[in-house]
């Protein structure tokens, strides 16, 4: 058997949407700040610098940037949007940005005075407004840059996390709608069941002793699939429970029901839904076969087409379609559809309807997709 698993229930499992990986921050943020220095050390060095200038120079103009980025990125750690509204977001970083841009640039300014002050050749060091303002503008564009990098990741972690428990959260619904199905299903079967052999005990006591040993044998797989929540089993276990199931009417209807069965070995071996077959072939008796005194011939067939795995049930007279307002009598049909819709999601069909020689056929297309693991 190959039940369904429950996905993992616990949400500590994932990172908090609106943190990012301390490691990821400092791999990316050492790479893009190697990067950065290493475009000012070369452009001192094609100005005719020293290697020694060029690289104190490039550090110099390079590290109050890198630690711009950092405190920018702390920033956007901590001002989530849209959830803290836009106005109040736009209102933090139109503070920010002047501010922290111009203490990166003054920093750039100071350690230059620094790197003149105990490198170099005796010249005075001297403050140039418009190398001022080229610095200010570079920090102000890696204030930007950063801002919309890290806001871009947090919102995307966000909304892959939001993704993931909104697939979590049907996940659940469908087990849970899975669950409720099976609850329907086993009662509706038992009464089923249990109505064709009391039919049996006045008339035919022997038949009918008969009759519950083949019931105990229906009811063992019907508990099975019930207790241990098996949505999924082998063809052949539906198979064999569904044969089971043909004894049992083939007691109570004695001649009066003929049957032909055929499956494709390798279809057997295919996954398919607990109870998908006996519902098909219980609706061809009940409503195709037994109403009728001389009863009526029933075949059933699975085989693999192309991607679907086949099962067709037809029979002589006219039976029950999935889609007919049945009440109690058509309840395994319906909980068989909503099954498939909840299992598949629209890639598994079920279709009923007369035959040009007036015969009744159901057929049932599921995505042969699975093959079963025996123990």
């Not at 029933?298 to 086949?310: P, V």
Request: with cysteine; hydrophobic share 45%.
């Amino acid at each position: 058997m190959c039940p369904a698993k429950m996905p993992p229930s616990s949400a500590d499992a994932r990172p908090k949407a609106d943190q990012l990986p301390r490691g990821q921050v400092v791999l990316v943020c050492a790479g893009v700040w190697l990067i950065y220095a290493a475009v000012y050390a070369s452009v001192f060095v094609l100005s005719g610098y020293p290697a020694g200038s060029a690289l104190r120079g490039a550090i110099a103009n390079a590290l109050p940037d890198g630690l711009l980025a950092l405190v920018v990125i702390a920033t956007a750690r901590r001002l989530a949007w849209p959830g803290t509204g836009a106005q109040r977001f736009f209102a933090v970083h139109a503070f920010l940005a002047p501010g922290l841009s111009l203490a990166a640039a003054s920093l750039k300014y100071a350690l230059l005075w620094v790197d003149v002050s105990l490198f170099g050749t005796g010249s005075e060091f001297r403050f140039n407004w418009g190398i001022a303002a080229w610095h200010l503008f570079l920090s102000l564009l890696v204030y930007v840059a950063t801002a919309g990098a890290a806001h871009a990741q947090v919102n995307a972690r966000r909304i892959r996390s939001a993704a993931e428990a909104i697939e979590k959260a049907e996940t659940l619904r469908a087990r849970a709608e899975l669950s409720a199905l099976r609850a329907q299903l086993n009662p509706h079967f038992l009464f089923n069941v249990l109505h064709s052999v009391l039919g049996l005990v006045r008339r035919d006591p022997q038949l009918a002793e008969r009759s519950l040993e083949r019931l105990g044998d229906l009811l063992r797989y019907a508990l099975h699939v019930h207790r241990d929540g098996v949505d999924w089993t082998a063809l052949r276990h539906e198979w064999e429970f569904t044969e089971c199931y043909l004894d049992l009417e083939t007691i109570r209807l004695g001649e009066r029901l003929r049957t032909k069965i055929q499956a494709d070995p390798a279809a057997l071996d295919r996954l398919v839904p607990s109870f998908s077959l006996q519902p098909l072939v219980e609706n061809a008796i009940r409503h195709g076969i037994a109403p009728h005194a001389g009863g009526g011939s029933l075949r059933i067939s699975a085989a693999l087409n192309g991607g679907s795995l086949r099962l067709e049930v037809e029979n002589d007279c006219e039976g029950l379609s999935p889609s007919s307002p049945a009440g109690e009598s058509g309840m395994g049909l319906r909980v068989l559809q909503e099954r498939l819709e909840a299992l598949y999601g629209g890639r598994a069909t079920l279709q009923a309807g007369a035959t040009p020689d007036g015969r009744f056929r159901v057929v049932l297309d599921l995505p042969a997709t699975g093959i079963a693991e025996e123990p």
